[in-house]
């Protein structure tokens, strides 16, 4: 079925979702919704990727629509102000841009430049403006992308963002070791370390800039409100596992649920599939309990103040985007080129990956 009732490409076909990845639950209770802006944010999601030189012209041309990245995140962020989506789906860009520049470094065991880099971003996170015309396009346009995602809310949001993208950056460098070594950490070592590797929180404290607002800590760390955005989170990443395995045992990864349940619990390949794909349904069995617990909560917000009626308000908006992130993700590993192992020359390696800016 499509995806869109209004196809986001020139030649709208529909998608054709394999067997084991199929989810009928998300297809049919979680319509699927995309910014208007989507359009112009493809095109200068697009530009600014040539701009930054985070890819090659010639690869921006013939891959930058079909990674599909853009449309990501403008079916996750509905109601966000077109600045602020800008600004998410280039940093989301910018995103993938390094998890390639980190495998690329791995593969070709270049240890100390991914040392380099990964004290480099800690810096251009904590002083973006200093970073701005950094020599690495990756590190410039990292802090080109901070300085924007700064400028939105007060000092406190910058903050916790910042926190909890210096434990993502961590969690790379732990991944580098596992990965370098041939570790395959424990399921309950991967599970947590994926929560940060995957930037549950990151992506969640961008729910609030897209609402317009910072919400309080009482809010955040209210169970209803945090476990509908871990179970949005938790959802995606495995997901992501289950749809990514055949590539990462390609590549001779060590860092999938799959790989970790085949590894340390003895299952088989398919009964990890099968175990995986069970971890995603439950997701959203619960999500959906969770959701209207978090949306009780929105309502008891609304006291009868004016405060309280905005702050109700942007709790329901990220709310909902959680929602929105259950199909935006599921329709993203279909139809992003990202995935599709099986059209690469060699898949261990994808065909868009700009080896030049990665030093090779």
């Avoid at 919704?33 to 041309?61: C, F, G, I, N």
């Avoid at 409100?225 to 949005?232: E, G, N, T, V």
């Avoid at 990443?237 to 590894?263: F, R, T």
Wanted: proline letters at 6%; aromatic letters at 12%; hydrophobic letters at 40%.
């Amino acid at each position: 079925m499509p995806a869109f009732p209004h196809s986001t490409t020139s030649t709208p076909t529909a998608i054709a979702v394999p067997p084991s990845l199929s989810l009928p639950v998300i297809e049919a209770a979680f319509p699927r919704q995309l910014h208007p802006y989507w359009p112009r944010l493809q095109e200068k999601t697009r530009s600014w990727l040539t701009e930054k030189r985070l890819m090659s012209a010639d690869k921006v041309r013939e891959y930058a629509d079909g990674l599909c990245y853009t449309d990501l995140m403008a079916g996750y962020y509905l109601g966000a102000p077109d600045e602020v989506l800008q600004a998410i789906a280039d940093y989301s860009a910018w995103f993938f841009a390094w998890d390639d520049r980190h495998d690329r470094d791995i593969v070709h065991g270049r240890r100390a430049a991914w040392r380099q880099l990964r004290f480099r971003l800690h810096r251009a996170l904590d002083s973006p403006r200093d970073h701005l015309h950094h020599e690495d396009p990756l590190v410039a346009a990292f802090a080109d992308s901070m300085v924007r995602l700064y400028s939105f809310l007060p000092r406190t949001w910058n903050t916790r963002f910042a926190g909890h993208f210096h434990e993502v950056i961590e969690a790379y460098d732990r991944e580098f070791g596992n990965r370098t070594e041939g570790i395959v950490p424990t399921v309950e070592e991967y599970l947590t370390l994926r929560r940060l590797t995957f930037a549950h929180w990151i992506w969640t404290d961008l729910l609030e800039p897209s609402a317009g607002r910072e919400l309080p800590a009482r809010v955040r760390n209210h169970p209803a409100y945090r476990r509908a955005a871990l179970l949005s989170q938790e959802f995606a990443a495995w997901y992501n596992d289950l749809c990514s395995l055949p590539k990462e045992l390609a590549g001779d990864e060590v860092h999938n649920l799959g790989i970790s349940l085949i590894k340390h619990e003895g299952l088989t390949l398919e009964e990890a599939i099968a175990e995986v794909r069970r971890r995603v349904e439950e997701c959203v069995t619960e999500f959906l309990v969770a959701e209207q617990d978090a949306l009780s909560l929105s309502d008891e917000l609304a006291d009868g103040t004016v405060h309280g009626k905005e702050l109700s308000a942007a709790v329901e908006a990220c709310v909902s985007n959680m929602r929105n992130w259950f199909s935006t993700v599921y329709w993203f590993h279909h139809e992003s080129g990202r995935y599709r192992v099986d059209s690469w020359d060699d898949p261990s390696t994808p065909p868009y990956v700009n080896n030049e800016a990665a030093g090779e």
